[in-house]
């Protein structure tokens, strides 16, 4: 399977999308804010859209749409503080809106439906020098900005208080959203992106730990999704996205048998 240069693109991909996806996962659901993750992902299919129409690689036009989206909730939640569904619905209509007409106007030159559905064909040596960079980008903000990250996650409204520049980290946030998205449609798609942003960080989290441990299981845990579901769909012919999405529930349901049995057993005694 390794022979094929596409499944060592898919692969050295799949690597980074499975470490930084948790990474931003996990702040965006002890935020609560879990639901901005599926509204950006949807927003990431306007961005390929976007640069399909205007000859410019899809990742790229996916990154620069979707960060723009992410700033755009951001500011809006000064609007609206107190509804923040209302502001994942206007940026879904946005977005969703730009992506519909788009595709439907006949101009696109290529076929945006692998986006949707995950393709491990459609990697590209560009796609890769691109995942490396916003990576990299990634995580050094992510340490930089750790301590502030996590003060905000647990209380934002402290975070205010203590002097953290709340907003302007999480406008720096929306745009690690927009990098994490951007870099996974290629393998995982549109439709099922989101699960790869909170289903890892809702497994590690049923085993109760600390933050950095339950951080590290959240990586592993998308580790093995990623990769089982990447391996899997190659041999039995099926888009990675979905069944990399079936893997992922598949593995919480496990994790939460385990936990009710464990349960069980200490009782029992």
Known sequence: ??????MRNALFVSVFISILCP??????????YSMIGDTLSHASLAGVAIGLLTGQNPVLGAFVFTSVC?????????????YTDLILTIVLALSVGTAITIISSGRLHANADSFLFGSILTVTRFDMVMVVILSAVSVLALIFLYHQMLYIAYDEEAAKVAGVRVRLINYVFSILVASAISMSIRIVGVLVLSSMIA????TALQLGRGFKITLLFSIFFS???????????????????????????????????????????RSAR
């Open 70 to 82: 992410g700033a755009l909730i951001e500011f809006l939640r000064t609007y609206f503080k107190k």
């Open 199 to 202: 289903l890892p960080v809702a």
């Open 23 to 32: 990474c931003i996962g996990i702040f965006l659901v002890l935020r609560r």
């Open 223 to 265: 580790v093995v999704d990623i990769m089982t579901g990447l391996f899997v769909s190659y041999y039995i012919g099926v888009a990675p996205g979905g069944f990399t999405a079936l893997v992922s529930v598949a593995v919480l349901v496990l994790v939460l048998l385990a936990k009710k049995v464990s349960a069980s057993l």
């Open 1 to 6: 399977m390794l022979d094929y240069s596409f």
